[in-house]
């Protein structure tokens, strides 16, 4: 009885604290060099530049850099991108894959805020979700790809992060 006591004690303070969401959309054209190692593994040189919006009116652009690795089924990555919205503000996200896909194609990341100015300076250190997908790829021979691709994400945040965010004013 403690068990579920606590547990659901856990939940409901969980979604107290934790009850507004940041969605992003993200579009981007991508560059890729690979690597193949051997039949299952490979290692890929991996940059993207474009532009995001979130559902609170914010947009912007960014530009990423990073790796990816690829052995059998598992897909390894660490992606940092800058990115600077329309009121200068900037951020840094720092991307790993956490499914069995190719970065390049499709698949699921978790991101951090890693550092930030104005607004982005209240999600320093939020965890949260994305999901690639592509468009179209090129192959541009030896090795070499270039790639159109969607991006949507949504970071879990307290409501009163969100106000702080959504409300933000330059000093």
């Given at each position: 009885?403690?068990?579920?006591?606590?547990?659901?004690?856990?939940?409901?303070?969980?979604?107290?604290?934790?009850?507004?969401?940041?969605?992003?959309?993200?579009?981007?054209?991508?560059?890729?060099?690979?690597?193949?190692?051997?039949?299952?593994?490979?290692?890929?040189?991996?940059?993207?530049?474009?532009?995001?919006?979130?559902?609170?009116?914010?947009?912007?652009?960014?530009?990423?850099?990073?790796?990816?690795?690829?052995?059998?089924?598992?897909?390894?990555?660490?992606?940092?991108?800058?990115?600077?919205?329309?009121?200068?503000?900037?951020?840094?996200?720092?991307?790993?894959?956490?499914?069995?896909?190719?970065?390049?194609?499709?698949?699921?990341?978790?991101?951090?805020?890693?550092?930030?100015?104005?607004?982005?300076?209240?999600?320093?250190?939020?965890?949260?979700?994305?999901?690639?997908?592509?468009?179209?790829?090129?192959?541009?021979?030896e090795g070499n790809f270039k790639g159109k691709l969607m991006w949507a994400g949504k970071c879990n945040i307290s409501d009163a992060t969100f106000e702080r965010v959504k409300n933000y004013k330059k000093p």
């Amino acid at each position: 009885m403690r068990v579920i006591t606590l547990s659901f004690l856990i939940t409901l303070i969980s979604n107290l604290v934790i009850s507004a969401v940041i969605k992003w959309e993200a579009f981007a054209i991508s560059k890729s060099k690979t690597y193949n190692l051997s039949e299952n593994r490979m290692y890929i040189g991996y940059s993207n530049e474009g532009i995001f919006t979130t559902d609170m009116g914010v947009r912007g652009e960014g530009e990423c850099q990073g790796i990816v690795e690829i052995s059998g089924k598992k897909t390894v990555s660490n992606v940092m991108c800058k990115y600077k919205d329309q009121d200068g503000d900037i951020f840094f996200g720092h991307f790993k894959a956490i499914s069995e896909s190719d970065i390049n194609t499709q698949g699921t990341q978790s991101f951090s805020i890693e550092e930030g100015t104005g607004k982005w300076k209240e999600l320093v250190g939020e965890k949260c979700i994305g999901a690639t997908s592509s468009i179209s790829t090129k192959d541009l021979g030896e090795g070499n790809f270039k790639g159109k691709l969607m991006w949507a994400g949504k970071c879990n945040i307290s409501d009163a992060t969100f106000e702080r965010v959504k409300n933000y004013k330059k000093p």
